[in-house]
């Protein structure tokens, strides 16, 4: 067999270039793999480590190139085979005769059959194959993830129904009820406590009325440069007197300087909401050093900035944690059940999340994460 002799040629040279001598049947084509070999002779210090580069991710056009260069060089290669047999097959003829000729063509023959099923027709083999299976995937799986969307969202909208009636009956119930004693006894002293309490029932029924539109309406979310700093300071602003009463320290730690884009008042909003949900817990817990957290941050990327409320209030169990999100989902006596469901509507309006942490005992923890510059979603 001939030595063939292959020599690399320089990084400035032109992707794809084959250089090198030939001397019987052997050919080589250069892939993306010799480029890289290329580059990891010329920068030994880079296959291993901290130093080795990251392959980046190709452009439709660069892909759309590569595959035709590979389809080229395998048809090339096929043709050099087929060239370099016949040439054999022809030479072996006029010096020996047939018979020898015979046998080489008929044996190298089958390498030449499997080089051209391999270069030629295997790959677009392979290629229908998977195009066939990922249809065939695609039609078994679509219908029942439809069917499963279509059932939870039927399932939702029972829950919401449900919770609905059950959050405006009672109240109504209630006052019906106080209105029917009052009816039976028109002179009695106490109809007028029971109309206060009619009238406090029917008060529920409107502000549950009057956030459960909010719920459904569209957040209209008007982008504006927010300071973090003066966000929490205006929140806090309506519990100054709250703060003082109840005796609660307030911890801040929020940097002048962070900023992001966002709509100011529903943001105010939902920080007065986990503020006061905060507090509400310390009340009702009666902790002898109630404490409330307030902290701001930004990730590693100053791509976001995180709002953070702690508490070392009475915590909350995990069977209820998976629940406070869910709309007229409320563990208040005169609660809605609404004031996370639109916290959490206003923060996926601005692109963010709103996370909650806790455990028994060992209080709340709420945190924001809104993208530094957010577009209305």
């Keep these: 067999m001939a030595l063939v002799e292959f020599r690399m040629q320089p990084l400035s040279s032109p992707p794809g270039r084959f250089r090198g001598g030939t001397a019987g049947m052997s050919e080589r084509f250069e892939d993306d793999d010799l480029e890289v070999g290329e580059r990891s002779l010329r920068h030994p210090q880079r296959r291993h480590?901290?130093?080795?580069?990251?392959?980046?991710?190709?452009?439709?056009?660069?892909?759309?190139?590569?595959d035709a260069r590979r389809r080229a060089n395998a048809r090339v290669g096929f043709m050099t085979h087929l060239v370099a047999y016949g040439s054999v097959c022809i030479f072996l003829l006029f010096v020996s005769g047939f018979r020898p000729a015979f046998i080489v063509a008929l044996s190298w023959?089958?390498?030449?059959?499997?080089?051209?099923?391999?270069?030629l027709v295997a790959p677009n083999l392979r290629r229908r194959y998977i195009e066939r299976e990922v249809r065939t995937e695609i039609a078994r799986n679509v219908p029942r993830e439809r069917r499963d969307i279509e059932e939870r969202h039927v399932r939702s909208l029972e829950e919401l129904s449900a919770s609905i009636a059950h959050e405006i009956r009672n109240p109504i119930t209630a006052a019906k009820s106080l209105v029917q004693q009052m009816g039976e006894d028109p002179g009695s002293g106490q109809n007028v406590d029971y109309a206060k309490v009619?009238?406090?029932?029917?008060?529920?029924v409107e502000r549950s009325v009057a956030h459960l539109l909010r719920y459904a309406r569209e957040?209209?979310?008007?982008?504006?440069?927010?300071?973090?700093?003066?966000?929490?300071?205006?929140?806090?602003?309506?519990?100054?007197?709250?703060?003082?009463?109840?005796g609660v320290e307030l911890d801040l730690d929020?940097?002048?300087?962070?900023?992001?884009?966002?709509?100011?008042?529903k943001l105010?909003?939902?920080?007065?909401?986990?503020?006061?949900?905060?507090l509400d817990a310390l009340e009702e817990s009666g902790v002898e050093t109630p404490r409330i957290e307030v902290m701001a941050g930004e990730n590693l990327a100053r791509t976001e900035c995180w709002l953070r409320v702690?508490?070392?209030?009475?915590?909350?169990?995990?069977?209820?944690?998976?629940?406070?999100?869910?709309?007229?989902?409320?563990?208040?006596?005169?609660?809605?059940?609404?004031?996370?469901a639109i916290s959490k509507k206003?923060?996926?309006?601005?692109?963010?999340?709103?996370?909650?942490?806790?455990?028994?005992?060992?209080?709340?923890?709420?945190t924001i994460t809104i993208p530094k510059h957010a577009e209305r979603n």
Excluded: W
């Design 198 to 204: 009619a009238i406090e029932e029917l008060d529920r």
């Design 109 to 119: 023959g089958i390498g030449i059959a499997c080089h051209y099923f391999g270069a």
């Design 254 to 265: 929020v940097p002048a300087d962070f900023a992001l884009r966002g709509d100011p008042e």
């Design 310 to 340: 702690r508490d070392n209030g009475p915590g909350i169990d995990p069977a209820t944690l998976t629940k406070i999100f869910s709309p007229f989902y409320t563990s208040k006596e005169r609660g809605t059940g609404l004031g996370l």
């Design 268 to 278: 105010r909003r939902v920080l007065i909401n986990l503020v006061g949900n905060a």
């Design 219 to 246: 957040e209209d979310v008007r982008m504006s440069d927010v300071r973090l700093a003066d966000l929490v300071q205006s929140a806090l602003e309506s519990f100054r007197d709250r703060l003082v009463a109840l």
């Design 49 to 66: 480590g901290r130093g080795r580069p990251r392959r980046s991710t190709l452009t439709p056009e660069e892909r759309a190139y590569r």
């Design 346 to 366: 206003v923060v996926d309006a601005h692109g963010g999340s709103i996370e909650a942490s806790s455990s028994p005992g060992a209080g709340a923890e709420f």
